[in-house]
């Protein structure tokens, strides 16, 4: 079994072998990808709760125009007098003991599922304080919206909607987001290699500056930068360690010439 210590040994040794060009996109690249998933994902949020405040007003509206006296037929039909709830609406009224009186919208006319209600006596529907909730259909596929509210006549009428069109503009914007991100993304990669590249070429120079020197060419030298830059540091004191071992060879030289001269 793996153990924790070897995982970050190993991830270590891969982080060393790395070359730094590279870790600096991916770190740039990681950072931009949490930040663009969490603005999506806020956005995504922020865009859900912005219509779910317009089904639930929709709701308060037609739940209100259901405050009249609950007929005593129960059957599919077009529901009070003066009830007009939007068209792809479910409505029901009951009695304060929860007895259905009647119902109408798609699921009792086209047989379509609507919501799975819990028991709507006048108990449940105190409890509910007015508020929407939401609920899963009846087959188990999307959900609803519903609301329901007691009638001064006594009894209650629940209104529901269903949340197919928010679900889907939802989804609509995470797909455009994720779109957009792998898009934003490739481009970031290409600017971040450009950018990390042209930044580390001094050092790139640096590198060049030793492997000649490594062959035997002391008098090369870095070509000097900003003092005030880490790389204008690194080059001025690798020129001047480059300049005392030339002057400590040069006075060897001489010693020796002295020495063979004596």
């Known amino acids: ?55 639930d007003a929709q709701l308060r509206q037609s739940a209100r125009q259901g405050d009249v006296e609950p007929r005593r037929d129960f059957r599919p039909g077009p529901g009070p007098r003066g009830f007009r709830p939007p068209a792809d609406y ?48 009846t087959d188990g596929n999307g959900s609803w919206r519903i609301l329901a509210l007691a009638q001064s006549g006594g009894g209650s009428v629940m209104v529901g909607l269903p949340l197919e069109d928010v679900a889907a503009t939802v989804n609509r914007l995470l797909i455009i987001d994720g779109a957009v991100v792998v898009l934003a993304l490739a481009l970031l990669a290409g600017a971040a290699w450009w950018i990390v590249r042209s930044s580390l070429r001094p050092l790139e120079e640096v590198e060049a500056t030793a492997e000649t020197i490594a062959a035997g060419d002391l008098t090369r030298r870095v070509p000097p930068r900003d003092p005030r830059t880490e790389v204008g540091k690194l080059s001025a004191a690798l020129n001047s360690m480059l300049g005392q071992i030339e002057a400590a060879f040069d006075a060897r030289r001489a010693s020796e010439n002295a020495a063979r001269a004596s």
């Open 1 to 55: 079994m793996t153990t924790p210590v070897l995982d970050a040994g190993r991830w270590r040794e891969l982080r060393d072998r790395t070359p730094l060009r590279t870790q600096l996109v991916a770190a740039v690249l990681l950072l931009a990808a949490v930040a663009v998933v969490v603005t999506s994902v806020l956005a995504a949020v922020v865009l859900r709760d912005y219509l779910l405040d317009r089904v």
């Open 90 to 137: 479910v409505a029901r009224g009951y009695d304060d003991a929860g007895v259905l009186l009647w119902s109408t919208g798609v699921d009792a006319t086209s047989g379509l599922p609507g919501p799975d209600l819990p028991t709507l006596d006048g108990y449940a529907v105190d409890d509910l304080d007015g508020q929407p909730v939401t609920v899963d259909a």
